[in-house]
Structures are given as C-alpha cells and as structure tokens.
C-alpha cells in the first residue's frame, strides 16, 4: 500500500523537478547574449563615453577637466565623464552602463590591467572601439592604447637622480603595487640603478599611494640614515605634500643648490610640483601629460569610430607608436623631464592649467 | 549608583571587598596590560634587528606618526564600549579638515574665496566633527537604525561630499597654523602626540572614576538594564558621538600637518587599522569591555610593527602579509597572557 501511494509522488515529484530544471535551463544564458540589444537610434549616436579611474588625485582631476575642452576641439560628442572611484567592478558596471546607452565608443582609464578585459568583452562584441588611456590591458582588443611609458619615468627619474648623487643612499617613494603603473615605475628605477649607478643604494617606502605611508616612512628612513641623497617620488601628486613636510620638520629642505641639498625628483607635473621646482625645494618632475592623455584618447576613440587605423611607427606629435605581442597598439605620449630650465614652458600641462 | 557599579564592567569594581572581587579586579589589570609582553618583545626584536630603532628620534618620530590613529582610535574605542560603532570616522577625518581650510584658503587654492581667519577655521573643523558625530548619534541613537550600516552609509556620504566640495583637489598651501600640532615640539615631541596622550588619560580618567564612564560601561554591557537602572542612555550615547566626530576631527587636523597637504582621499581606508588597534588593545566589538590604556598598546604596537617594517627594508610585496602576521601573533599572544577568551 505505501508503495503504491509513494510512487506515484514520487514521480510527480520527479517530473516537477525535471520540467523545472528545463524551465531554468531554457531561462540560461550567458552576458554574452546580448548582442544586437544594443540600443541604437534613439538619438544618441555617435556619443563617447570617457571612464576614469578615480577622481581623488590631481592628476585624473585635471584629466577630467580636460576631456569635455579637448572634445570640443577635435568635434567629438561626449558624455558626462564616468568616476569608477578606484573599483575595479565599478568599473565594468561603469563600462555596461554605457554600452547599454548606446554609445559608439569609449575612452578609459583602466584601474587593472586584468580586471577591464571583462569590460573591453562586453564593447568588443557590440562592435564598439575603446581607447584605453593611462593603463595598457593585459588581455583584450582596444583601438589604441594612450599611455606614457612609466618604465620610461623610472628611468628618466634615475637617470637625472644618478647623474647628481652619483654614490650614497637614496630613497624612492613607491605607489600601489598592485597597480601596473606603479609596479613599473618602482622596478626601472630599481633596476636603473643597479645598473648604471652601482655605488648608489636604493631604500625603498611603500605607500598604496597614501600620503600618510609616505610621511610616515620617510621620517622613519631619515632617523635611519642621515646620510640621505636623494628621493624619487613616484607621484607627485600624493608625495610631494608629505615629503616636503618631512624634511622641513627634519630641518634637510635646503633650496637646489646648496651643499646640503637632498636631490627631489617627481613624477606628475601638477602646478605645485613647478611651483615647488622654481622655489629651488625639488629638482625636477617627469611631467605625465594629462591634457595629451585627453587630447589623444579622445582623438584616437574619433579615428576608430571612423573606421580609421594605424600602424605603428612614429606619429606626428613626437612619440611612437609600438605594436603589443596581442596586437594592440600602443601610442607612447612623450613625458618630459621638467628642470628649473624649462619650468616656466607654456606646453606644461601644469602651467596652462588653471587652477 | 550601587546598581550601575553592579552592572557595570568597569575596570576597577568600586568595592572590590570579597576575595573573589579581588581576584577579579586584579584579572582585570592583567587584561588591559596583556599586549604589552607582545609590544616588549617587538621593542626588544627591534632594537636587535636595528641600530636606529631604539634612538630618541625613531622612537619620537614612531609616536609623531602614530598620534593621528591615537586619537581616532580614542574616538572609536568610547563608541564601542558603548556597544555602537561609528564606522565615518575616517571620513570624519578628512572632510572636517578640508572644510576648515576651505573657508581659510582663497578661491585660487581651491578654498570656497570666503578667507576667513585661520582660527576660525579651526573652530569650524571642530564644529563640523561634533556635528557629524551628533547627525550620527541622531540616527543611530533617536531613529534607532543599525549603527553599522548607517555609520557606513555615512562613510560613504562624507567621503562623496569631501570630493564634490574639493572638486576632487588636494588642498594645499593652508596656513601654518593648520600644521603647527604636527610640527611644533615640546620637549622634542611634536605637539599630537601630547596633545593625544592627554586625551587618553582624560578619556581613561573620565571612563574609570566618573559617572559618565561608569554609564557608558553599563550601556554597553547590556542597554535595557542601564536604562532600568536610571541611566539616561540616550543622552550619555550622544554624548560620545559627538566626541568621537570632534576627536576624528582632531585626527585629521594632525594628519593634515604631518602630511602638508588634503587629500580628497585622506583617511581612507583608515578605520581598518583603527578598529585593528582597539580590538587587539582589547576594546570589545559587543560593548562594555575595554579599557584606554589596552586601546593605546594597540595603536603603539601598530606604530611600532609599521616602524620597523620601513626601517628593516623589507621587501615590498611582503610588508603586507608580514604586518597581518605579527598582528596575528601579538592577538595570540596577548591571549595567552590574558589567559581569557577575546570577544
């Protein structure tokens, strides 16, 4: 008796559960379906969208700043720019939101290498170009890669900072190194060092991009070495606060020049790195061409919406373009040292900018 | 008064007139002192490790930087013993400051171009701590919503009013007086770290010898029983809100002179380390139990690790795991010395 009734349950129950998985399988999907969704037509066409990393430092504050006056110049129609706030999956949110809006290109700046080819997908297969600016992905198709050669920085930075201490110790005040940029920043001036300035050792702060790491760690590395030569900030936007705090309540912060002079080389160009260049308190700051970094990624985003391509090989604004193993291209902006003699150059991002 | 000593974990009974009462008191001392073997033997590893290390001036510069994470911690140590928590301390940390330079500085250093006495602006600072304090002790206390999630939601806020007020700019250029707490010394320490030991032994003070302090102690171990007991909870909750935005506020004016600048993003982040420092200073996360001078161990013993970590070069991809582990052996130490359950 009880197996009588119980079979028949049983199989009802089995067949409900069957047809549910059959209705749950037929509901599946993949993100990736969504092709041909893109809205279009309504308006909108032709709209860019620019995302940016984070708006916490000068320098992506003074690139947001100069997106919508470089659209305007090169007749490019953005969008409000879009504030990822250092979220990697904001950032794909970010990257969808727009898509979904249908625009018809993108420019953005990467937080992670790795992380945005989920987002650069998601365009690739609606057939909309993105330009990735500041940050070179590690998987993924762009258009155009906009970025300066932070491996150029490091050794530009050391090249300058070798050539004036020549021996002793000297420190470098490192970002993220989680972050590819300051990854890169950190190992050329490292290996820079080692290999043209034997006699010169490197210490190290580490500071995730945090002014009160960098306060912190260079007080504890003056206590430790008196002796101290030089400091390589690695952005000055974040650094060069701290540092000069520090060797004044240290009683170090001597104007160039003078014999006890401890040699300050930046990196970021912002208004008060030149600033404090002309005080004679650092001696020199690579400067990361924020209003190029627009210009182009704005300029290259116009191209590729048009159809246009490249090649790699020298462009006509003084940089290179290289081609990556994947394919991409790369557009190497040139980032100039800035010295005392070429501080007052109206090209300066940091001098046209209005602050 | 008897019923609120009774209830209360103060950290010395009024009375302690049975043995067993004795006993405890003294279990109780051994409590808020039970990191510093932990903090010894990394003082005692340091000086090995370092000529520098036990220097005056490392030694002065460890105090120097760790100040700022004193007095927020100070700040979050009263709101947990509460049994609350307010997680927009850090916020707290950087807006405060940067509103009272905004209406010092002048239009073209980003300031709102009011150019208002630097007083003034300190005044405000202050003023705008206590009043985020009490707009969080409101909602926490009087809306009666979950102090977690509206301290982070209110993270969030301050933060975004932070960076659309700053327009995402770094402050600079602020008058000396913004700095002088960092970089005026008395005796060769800097103003902070005077400025923050006072405020422990005031809070110390006020927590183990003073109505208030016995209050906040019953509260936090258990609310209904303080209110029965004729505590006006409410009020005394407030208070402490309302102190800790001040002390957070505070906080941030030091950070501000050690670093030079105001960074949209200062203090981010920072309330990880200081909820580390209380809870491995033995600042209970349910209420009630906790005392000032365990909640100071644990910020020194950070300042310390920290210190020592920069002094020793460690190789940079592992200061991070090597600062979670030490952090992870002093807890355990300070659990063998304690010999009681952490909670």
């Known amino acids: 008796m009880t197996i009588r009734i119980l079979l028949p349950r049983r199989t009802a129950a089995t067949a409900a559960a069957v047809t549910a998985s059959l209705v749950l399988l037929g509901a599946c999907g993949s993100t990736g379906d969504s092709k041909g969704n893109t809205a279009t037509g309504d308006g909108k066409a ?58 018809k290109g993108l420019v953005v700046a990467p937080i992670d290498s790795a992380a945005i080819a989920a987002g650069l997908d998601q365009a690739e297969r609606k057939g909309v170009p993105v330009v990735a600016v500041d940050v070179a992905p590690d998987r993924g198709k762009v258009a155009m890669i906009v970025r300066a050669d932070n491996r150029a920085y490091g050794t530009l930075a050391c090249k300058y900072m070798g050539d004036k201490v020549k021996t002793g110790k000297v420190v470098q005040i490192m970002g993220d190194l989680s972050s590819i940029n300051g990854r890169d920043r950190s190992e050329a001036f490292r290996d820079c060092m080692k290999q043209n300035y034997p006699s010169i050792q490197v210490l190290e702060i580490p500071t995730e991009w945090k002014a009160e790491r960098a306060a912190a760690g260079l007080n504890t590395i003056l206590n430790a070495n008196p002796d101290l030569k030089g400091v390589y900030m690695q952005a000055g936007g974040v650094f060069l ?33 030149l600033d404090a260049i002309r005080r004679g308190d650092i001696d020199a700051t690579v400067s990361q061409p924020a209003d190029d970094y627009a210009k182009y990624g704005l300029y290259y985003i116009k191209a590729a919406m048009e159809g246009k391509t490249f090649e790699p090989g020298p462009t006509d604004h003084n940089s290179t373009i290289i081609q990556h193993p994947d394919g991409n291209l790369e557009d190497q902006l040139a980032a100039p040292l800035v010295t005392k003699e070429n501080v007052d150059d109206p090209t300066l991002w940091g001098n046209s900018l209005g602050r | 008064m008897t019923d609120i000593s ?16 004795a006993r405890t008191a003294l279990l109780r001392r051994f409590r808020e002192l039970a990191l510093v073997p932990a903090l010894v033997a990394l003082v005692v590893l340091g000086g090995l490790v370092n000529d520098t290390f036990l220097t005056k001036a490392n030694l002065i510069s460890i105090l120097g930087s760790s100040a700022a994470l004193a007095l927020v911690t100070l700040a979050a140590s009263l709101i947990l013993i509460g049994g609350k928590f307010d997680l927009s301390l850090e916020s707290t940390v950087g807006i405060a400051p940067a509103l009272g330079a905004m209406v010092v500085l002048p239009a073209s250093a980003a300031g709102f171009g009011i150019e208002l006495p630097s007083a003034v602006g ?30 982070l939601a209110m993270l969030i806020v301050l933060r975004g009013l932070q960076v659309g007020m700053t327009e995402g700019k770094t402050l600079f250029e602020m008058p000396e007086s913004f700095f002088t707490l960092a970089t005026s010394t008395f005796l060769e320490v800097p103003l902070s770290v005077w400025l923050a030991a006072a405020a422990f032994a005031i809070a110390g003070f006020v927590l183990r010898h003073h109505r208030v302090g016995r209050a906040l102690y019953a509260i936090g171990g258990n609310p209904a029983a303080a209110r029965t007991a004729g505590i006006r909870v409410d009020r005394v909750l407030m208070g402490v809100y309302i102190v800790g935005g001040a002390l957070a506020a505070l906080g ?9 600048a105001i960074s949209p993003n200062q203090g981010d982040g920072m309330i990880f ?71």
């Open chain 2, 273 to 343: 380390t200081v909820f580390a420092a209380a809870v491995i200073g033995g600042i209970s996360l349910d209420g009630g139990k906790g005392t000032m001078t365990g909640a100071l161990t644990g910020v020194l013993l950070l300042g310390v690790v920290q210190n020592l970590l920069t002094l020793a070069q460690v190789k940079p991809f592992w200061i991070q795991a090597i600062y979670g582990g030490i952090i992870l052996v002093s807890l355990m130490v300070s659990r063998l010395t304690s010999g009681k359950a952490q909670d």
């Open chain 1, 241 to 273: 606060a701290p540092t000069l705090q520090q060797l004044k309540a240290k009683g170090l912060l001597h104007p160039v020049g003078d014999p006890k002079h401890i040699t300050v080389v930046s990196n970021d160009g912002i208004p008060q790195e």
């Open chain 1, 46 to 103: 032709g709209k860019t969208g620019v995302v940016l990393p984070f708006l916490t430092s000068p320098f992506w504050q003074a690139y947001n700043g100069y997106v919508p006056a470089k659209a305007k110049e090169l007749g490019v129609s953005t969008l409000p720019t879009v504030n990822s706030n250092s979220d990697a999956a904001q950032q794909i949110t970010d990257i969808n939101n727009l898509l979904n809006q249908g625009v």
């Open chain 2, 122 to 151: 300190l005044l405000i600072m202050l003023v705008a701590g206590a009043v985020i304090g009490a707009v969080n002790g409101f909602l926490v206390v009087k809306l009666q919503l979950n102090a977690f999630i509206v301290t």
């Open chain 2, 252 to 260: 941030g004016l030091v950070l501000t002179g050690y670093v030079g």
């Open chain 2, 6 to 21: 009774a209830l209360a974990e103060s950290p010395r009974s009024t009375q302690p007139t049975t043995f067993r009462g």
